[in-house]
């Protein structure tokens, strides 16, 4: 049967060649056009990604102006006061950091001594602290503290002891007894039973603990010593707790019978041993705070002494300030040069003005900041200095002056920047053209990615980061497509430049961030006419074809 079919779509073709041809030509172009429509990516957007590294970044900034010489610095103190003494004169030539002049520095010289003071103070309090909080110490103190409490427990013991004894006694007395009081009453009955209670209670409790006691020493270890202070001190409270029943109950007898002489003795010895047992339960409770405290004192002496310690850093970054304070009342001279003029004289008063001027014939760089730049300079900053004629040459520096005032240019406000220059090249001329990029900070291991991986909306900075990441997009300039959309993360920036920007928070070393899309375009391909190509079969070209499919 198939074998028939095949004959019969054979035969076909045979017969209609023309249509046949047609046919297949429908079938290939339908299903290039499938095929290409299925595998396009056009306009579908691509990720670049890049991992966060940590690395130096450094912040600069970037100006331009020319090759200066015999540059004039104005000479400034940073503090006022009465010149006091004048070293140098008109002409004279002068080296890096000579003492020009100084000015009246009673003040700043007391404030170093007493910053000195202060830490030499700071420091003897941290010595005696340590000493104080030695271990030794505070392990006499804590053994002090024991011993004083088994000493105060034997007396205890040997009290209560005795005091037990002479209060059975007492109510073993003719008069005291359930005879005697059972004609008083059921309240003298009721005060004698709780009485009775009482002391059947406090002797059992004492025999309990007498036998701790019977087996501590000084050589017993701490817990233990503790252990036998705090039942001393329960067994005191209790049979404190016994007296003052017993003592209730004499008074009621003696002032029911009328007869106070009969029981006068009872109620003084009674009193007296109250008193007995409440100096002892005093000075029991005392040794329990002394040990606490001891120690207390073993948990808090690492504290005391960081906190001694940070004191005495304190003072010594005090002493330094005072000690750098005293040091700007000596003016001293930058750079090597000639004093050109000296404009105070000694019994002036210092100020911000200048009060000498020193000539080098050194070359420098003479460059302009606009106003929101020279914000960022300050005197010392490290620079680099290339220049326009000498492109292999690139030497270091340093800002000697920042001008005070700037010049107005078509609204825009420049100031002049000088930078000295470490070394000297003779290839360099005056009025040469120099870029200098002077740097304003630096950080090291910090987190770093590219400026483009940094998003803001809304003051809010982010990154853009697939979960889990994408693989092989990594600097890929083709990118990588994902069907999933990157997820917007937070983060906190800190230092830049002009390729690199610090994360201070959000993500970490390691991370995968988007540094880039890239979309695909949509390619254009020519592909011959269908009715051209059949045209073609039937006429033999391109004109034919179009000829051949008019004339039908």
Do not use: C
């Not at 088994?150 to 007894?177: A, C, H, K, P, R």
């Not at 041993?273 to 002892?280: A, G, I, R, S, V």
């Not at 405290?293 to 960081?306: A, C, R, V």
């Amino acid at each position: 049967m198939v074998k028939n079919l095949l004959g019969k779509i054979k035969s076909f073709f045979i017969a209609h060649k023309t249509i046949s041809i047609i046919i297949i030509i429908i079938l290939l172009v339908v299903g290039y056009y499938s095929y290409k429509k299925i595998t396009d990516t056009s306009g579908q957007i691509k990720y670049i990604t890049t991992t966060v590294q940590k690395g130096t970044i450094i912040a600069s900034i970037t100006g331009s102006g020319q090759v200066s010489v015999s540059n004039q610095i104005d000479i400034k103190p940073k503090v006022s006061g009465q010149i006091m003494w004048i070293g140098v004169n008109s002409g004279d030539k002068v080296n890096t950091g000579q003492a020009l002049l100084s000015i009246d520095s009673t003040d700043a010289q007391k404030s170093v001594r007493d910053a000195q003071v202060a830490l030499d103070s700071a420091n003897l309090s941290l010595e005696k602290l340590k000493l104080q909080n030695s271990d030794s110490n505070l392990n006499n103190s804590l053994s002090k503290a024991y011993s004083d409490g088994l000493s105060v427990v034997s007396s205890t013991f040997s009290d209560i002891t005795s005091e037990m004894i002479g209060l059975n006694n007492m109510l073993l007395q003719q008069n005291l007894s359930y005879n005697t009081v059972h004609v008083n009453g059921p309240t003298a009955v009721a005060y004698r039973t709780k009485t009775d209670d009482s002391y059947y209670q406090t002797q059992n409790l004492f025999e309990k603990i007498s036998k701790d006691f019977a087996v501590i020493s000084l050589s017993s270890n701490g817990s233990d010593i503790e252990n036998i202070i705090n039942e001393t001190y329960q067994i005191t409270q209790v049979f404190n707790d016994t007296l003052k029943d017993a003592k209730i109950f004499v008074d009621y007898i003696a002032q029911d019978t009328g007869k106070s002489s009969d029981f006068s003795g009872y109620q003084t010895t009674l009193s007296d041993y109250l008193t007995t047992m409440n100096n002892h339960f005093s000075s029991l409770g005392s040794i329990k705070t002394n040990i606490q405290n001891s120690k207390d004192t073993f948990q808090s002496s690492d504290l005391d002494i960081q906190s001694a310690q940070l004191s005495v850093t304190q003072k010594e970054n005090a002493l330094q300030d005072a000690k750098d304070k005293l040091a700007d009342y000596t003016i001293r001279a930058p750079f090597s040069g000639l004093v050109s003029v000296i404009n105070v004289k000694v019994g002036d008063t210092a100020s911000s003005s200048s009060v000498a001027s020193i000539v080098t014939n050194s070359q420098l760089a003479q460059i302009s900041l606009n106003e929101v730049d020279v914000a960022k300079i300050q005197l010392g900053q490290k620079a680099t200095i290339t220049f326009d004629a000498i492109p292999d040459l690139s030497i270091t520096g340093k800002v000697t002056q920042i001008d005070t005032v700037g010049t107005v240019t078509s609204g825009v406000v420049n100031y002049t920047v000088k930078i000295s220059f470490d070394t000297q090249d003779n290839r360099i001329k005056p009025g040469m053209s120099v870029s200098a990029d002077i740097i304003t900070d630096v950080k090291t291991d910090a987190l770093l990615v590219p400026n483009s991986a940094v998003k803001t909306k809304g003051g809010v900075s982010y990154v853009q980061m697939f979960t889990p990441p994408l693989v092989g997009s990594d600097n890929n300039s083709a990118g990588i497509l994902s069907l999933t959309l990157p997820e917007q993360v937070t983060v906190q920036t800190g230092l830049s430049n002009d390729t690199s920007t610090e994360i201070t928070s959000g993500i970490i070393e390691g991370d995968q961030v988007v540094l880039k899309t890239v979309t695909a375009s949509t390619a254009v391909t020519t592909t011959p006419s269908l009715l051209n190509a059949i045209g073609g079969n039937r006429a033999g070209g391109a004109g034919g074809g179009t000829r051949a499919l008019r004339a039908n």
